[in-house]
Nanobody, 117 residues
Framework: VQLQASGGGSVQAGGSLKLSCKAS???????????MGWYRQAPGKQRELVAE???????NYQDSVKGRFTISKNNARKTVYLQMNSLEPEDTAVYYC?????????WGQGTQVTVSS
């Protein structure tokens, strides 16, 4: 399984970005039933969970992003998304996608998000 993350960039505070993570070499049924997550790691800090989409379809968010970030997926495209609105400088980090399911636990390569004040 390979995960290709994209969509990062530099924005001013209050702006929006949409991250995408496309999975390949994974069958649709496994992708559809997997847990998916977006994590981030800021310089000097540990990687932290930002948002997850469970295999049952429930979503969970870190308190600091609730109401601003939305995780979703498109099974047909084997892609998971993270819509980020009202971005804050504290959201600056490298963002990683993660898929955990019957075929294992996989990480994307990370995409940089930089928010300036």
């Amino acid at each position: 399984v390979q995960l290709q993350a994209s969509g990062g960039g530099s924005v001013q505070a209050g702006g929006s970005l949409k991250l995408s993570c496309k999975a390949s070499q994974i069958i649709l049924s496994v992708f559809s039933s997997s847990r998916m997550g977006w994590y981030r790691q800021a310089p000097g800090k540990q990687r932290e969970l930002v948002a997850e989409l469970t295999s049952g379809g429930s979503t969970n968010y870190q308190d600091s992003v609730k109401g601003r970030f939305t995780i979703s997926k498109n099974n047909a495209r084997k892609t998971v998304y993270l819509q980020m609105n009202s971005l804050e400088p504290e959201d600056t980090a490298v963002y990683y996608c993660n898929i955990e399911g019957a075929s294992g636990n996989y990480w994307g390569q990370g995409t940089q998000v930089t928010v300036s004040s």
